[in-house]
Structure formats: structure tokens, C-alpha cells
């Protein structure tokens, strides 16, 4: 990004005076508790380091999170979490810490057919929400920038994004802030000069072949060449995006004819119908957002909902919508949404655990793994590790049976006396060990866990805590599939 007239004064005066207001603008309330998102390179960095300095003066407290994504090599990514850990000491600040495990994102883009960023993106949000809870905190601060707002804008608008997505990356959204997004970058180089810090440099960033990186070094310099204002008018851009926005949702708050019923929502056919076009759009996003959480991002293609839009008075009873987990159909005049679980692969899933690690499956659990020492073994959650120091968390086979204190159960009957439903029964995590079933992950479903007869107390090696929950629902609860 070019200079601009904020980088001609004290960077530091420009960062903090930027970061204050965005306080007051987001509302973020005296006591707040955050959690500062570090991943050692220089945009984090200046993150961490304006709110260490003003969490007195604001009247907040703060922890660090980072997440190591398993993609770069040993080498880097010890580098970059003991500077992470190095600054929060320095700053006197806890550190919460994980990774997805060696080769297990493009493991999982390649399963779930995502790119690597899509994929990196998930278990980053995922472990963070999780971090946050661990620690008490109520906000998850992330270090975007103004120059990754217009380059969000750019990748967006040539996605054929909806008009209220063209704003690019929201200040606030959720429990997710960022303080730093009316910063360029260079401003915040800056900054870190003029206090003498250093930074970690991603290695990863010259790599044309993630999408973001091509974006900068090939469309951003083009883009430039052609409208040199070009920024100034995407600034324009992003707040009239907004006001759009804003004013689609009063809009559709004011008529929107869904009602939740049982396991899903329903409406009148002919309330539907009324709705303009655009409302009709929105409030299918409204409920796919609510039933699938990703931030507040809608996912749905429009291509998949087009349809909607052309929809007349004369549709026959039956499917209006199905894919994507979501099933819409027309019945006795009413529409009915239902939330439909698709397993991405027929085969289920199919993890290695082993140390301290974070992912998520198929986008509805969360799986959080930590090494602990043999005086845990009789905790609930606590399993021996294998011969090789390995465990395996995967979904149901046919002919799985479990050896209980009250003997030996097939899977089949143990899910039919929990009354479980068929394709919640694909999800219920199996924790094998060796060649062995180890125990069933029920509780994150409501159910209990069970687990193999007289394994805890015998083993004297290596315990892990497998901590497994649905994302979005809290712990013992049971969402509809």
C-alpha cells in the first residue's frame, strides 16, 4: 500500500488515538475481558502490543492465543510460539496455545474439498472461540488491517459477493474485534519501528498459490496502476455497503414471517411470497447463518438459491431447496426449513490424536486434545494413549461393539437405548486405541461416555484429555441435525 498522510506523523499517535476510538465506537464496555489473537508477524504484533499499553486506560483485561496450523516447517513454527510466548512474558500475559497437528489441514481441505486458507480458517476460529471460553473471555481481538479490508473487498466483488458484503471485514461481528482495520499496514510497520520490535516474517506469504497472497502481489498492483484512488473509493464502497446492509436487515426484521417449530422453521407460503425478492434471499441466509455459525457469513451459493426469486403462487407441494444441509419444502400452504446432516465423505471420519492439538469435524464438533499426567487418569475425559502414543477418533463401522463393566454391546443397540437418531449416530465420536474401542464420546450429544472395562487404573504411560463438543451449543446439550 502507498503511504499515506497518517504515516507523515508518530505512528504511535496515529495507532493508539485509532485504536481508542475504535473502542468507543464498538462499545466495547469497561471490564471487558479479550482474547488477543498473536501469531508472531507484524499485524498481531502491533495488536498485542497497543492493548497490553492501553488495557489500563480502557479498563480491560487481556490474554494471548496462538495457533499453530501445521503447515510450515518444525523450524518456523517453534520460532514464531516461543516469540509469542517470549512477548507475552515480556508483557506479563498468559498465552494460550495449540495447533492442528503435522499435515492434518491439508488432511482436511482435501477430505472437505476446501481450499487450504478456508480450511485454516475454521480451525484458526475454531480453536480461538474455544481458547476464549477456556480463559473467560468474552472478545476475540484479530490484527486485519485496512489493507486487508480492501483486499477482502477486491476477492469479494470479483466473487460476486451480495452488495452488503462488499463492505469487506466488519470492525465487530459477534465476539470477534478488530481494533487495527482503519490502520494500513505500513502505519503499523511503522509503529513497530519506531518502538525498536521485531516481528516474525510468514514464509508462507510469497506463495502465490494461496489465493490472498496472488490477490497482493498480482490484482492489488493492477488495480493500482489503473485507479490510483482506488482505495479511497473502496473506503467510500465499504461504508455505503454497509448502510445497505443495515438497512436490508431492519427491512426484513420488520416482516419476516419465520417461525421456529419442533426441529426447524415454518412459515405462511403466501407471507413468503409477499416478501420482495431480496428479503426472500436474506431470510433464507438468516436461518442457514443461524443453523450453520460461521461467523455470520453467509455460505449458501446463490446459484443454489435462485429460485426462490422466481417462485410463483402455482408451486406444487413438495421440495422447493435441498443441499448444503438444509431441506426447504411446501406443504398445506406452508414452507417448512429442516436442517439435513451431510457427512462429507460416505466412509464417515477418521482422526490421529496424539498431544496437545485443536481441529474440528465436518464443521459440527470441535475436538480439543492435551497430555496429562497418570494422577488424571480416572477423570472422565482422560484415555490412555496407544503402544505407538496415538489414538484414533472416528464415527461408527459396522460391527463396532464396546466391552463395558456390564458386558460387551454393539454400537448399534448401545445408540438405540439412547434413542439416538440415525444421522446423529454418524457423528457420536469412537475412540479406538490399538485395534480396540476404547470408548464412545457420547456426552457431547447429551448422552454419557463410555468406556472400555477396566482400562483406566491399569495403564502407567502416556494420558490424554479428549475434550469433544458441539460447535455453537453448550456442553450437554443436543443440537438438530
Not at 498468559?94 to 492442528?100: F, I, L, M, Q, R
Not at 398445506?332 to 474440528?360: E, H, S
Request: charged share 25%; glycine share 10%; with cysteine.
Amino acid at each position: 500500500m502507498s503511504s499515506t498522510p497518517s504515516e507523515t506523523r508518530d505512528a504511535h499517535t496515529v495507532v493508539y488515538a485509532s485504536v481508542r476510538e475504535f473502542f468507543r465506537r464498538a462499545g466495547i464496555p469497561r471490564g471487558a475481558s479479550i482474547l488477543a489473537a498473536a501469531s508472531s508477524g507484524p499485524d498481531s504484533t502491533a495488536l498485542v502490543l497497543v492493548l497490553a499499553r492501553l488495557r489500563s486506560e480502557l479498563d480491560f483485561s487481556l490474554c494471548l492465543a496462538h495457533y499453530d496450523h501445521g503447515i510450515r516447517s518444525a523450524e518456523d513454527s517453534a520460532r514464531e510460539k516461543a516469540f509469542v510466548l517470549c512477548l507475552g512474558e515480556r508483557l506479563g500475559l498468559s498465552v494460550e496455545t495449540g495447533g492442528a497437528g503435522e499435515g492434518r489441514l491439508a488432511e482436511a481441505a482435501r477430505r472437505e474439498k476446501k481450499s487450504l486458507e478456508a480450511a485454516a480458517r475454521e480451525f484458526r476460529y475454531s480453536f480461538l472461540r474455544e481458547a476464549a471460553e477456556r480463559a473467560g473471555c468474552a472478545f476475540i481481538a484479530l490484527g486485519h488491517t485496512r489493507s486487508d479490508r480492501i483486499e477482502t473487498q477486491l476477492y469479494r466483488f470479483f466473487q460476486g459477493s451480495f452488495p452488503g458484503r462488499l463492505s469487506g471485514i466488519a470492525p465487530r461481528r459477534g465476539e470477534c474485534i478488530r481494533p487495527l482495520l482503519s490502520l494500513d499496514k505500513g502505519v503499523l510497520l511503522a509503529f513497530l519501528a519506531e518502538r525498536g520490535e521485531g516481528f516474525c516474517v510468514d514464509s508462507s506469504n510469497g506463495d502465490s498459490s494461496f489465493l490472498r497472497n496472488h490477490i497482493r502481489a498480482s490484482l492489488v498492483p493492477a488495480v493500482k496502476e489503473v485507479f490510483p484512488g482506488y482505495e479511497t473509493a473502496l473506503d467510500a464502497l465499504a461504508e455505503k455497503a454497509r448502510l445497505y446492509e443495515d438497512f436490508a436487515q431492519v427491512s426484513l426484521a420488520a416482516v419476516n414471517p419465520w417461525i421456529q417449530a419442533g426441529e426447524g422453521w415454518e412459515c405462511s407460503f403466501a407471507a413468503f411470497l409477499a416478501l420482495h425478492p431480496l428479503l426472500r434471499l436474506l431470510s433464507v441466509y438468516a436461518l442457514y447463518n443461524g443453523d450453520f455459525p460461521r461467523g455470520g457469513e453467509a455460505r449458501l451459493p446463490y446459484a443454489f438459491l435462485a429460485p426462490l426469486v422466481h417462485l410463483r403462487k402455482e408451486k406444487a407441494e413438495g421440495t422447493v431447496l435441498r443441499g448444503f444441509g438444509i431441506h426447504l419444502f411446501l406443504r398445506g400452504g406452508r414452507l417448512f426449513w429442516r436442517r439435513v446432516l451431510v457427512l462429507k465423505q460416505k466412509k464417515g471420519y477418521f482422526y490421529t490424536v496424539a498431544g496437545n492439538m485443536d481441529f474440528p469435524i465436518h464443521g459440527q464438533l470441535l475436538v480439543h486434545t492435551e497430555e496429562v499426567s497418570g494422577d488424571c487418569m480416572n477423570e472422565e475425559d482422560v484415555f490412555p494413549v496407544g503402544d505407538d502414543g496415538v489414538l484414533f477418533l472416528r464415527s461408527r463401522r459396522l460391527g463396532d461393539t464396546l466391552v463395558t463393566a456390564g458386558g460387551a454391546k454393539t454400537l448399534n443397540k448401545l445408540f438405540s437405548g439412547w434413542k439416538a437418531a440415525e444421522n446423529i449416530r454418524d457423528m457420536i465420536p469412537v475412540l479406538q486405541k490399538n485395534d480396540s474401542i476404547l470408548a464412545v464420546l457420547g456426552r457431547p450429544f447429551g448422552w454419557r461416555t463410555l468406556r472400555l472395562s477396566e482400562e483406566a487404573g491399569r495403564h502407567r504411560g502416556k494420558f490424554l484429555r479428549i475434550r469433544v463438543s458441539q460447535i455453537g451449543v453448550e456442553s450437554g446439550q443436543q443440537k438438530q441435525f
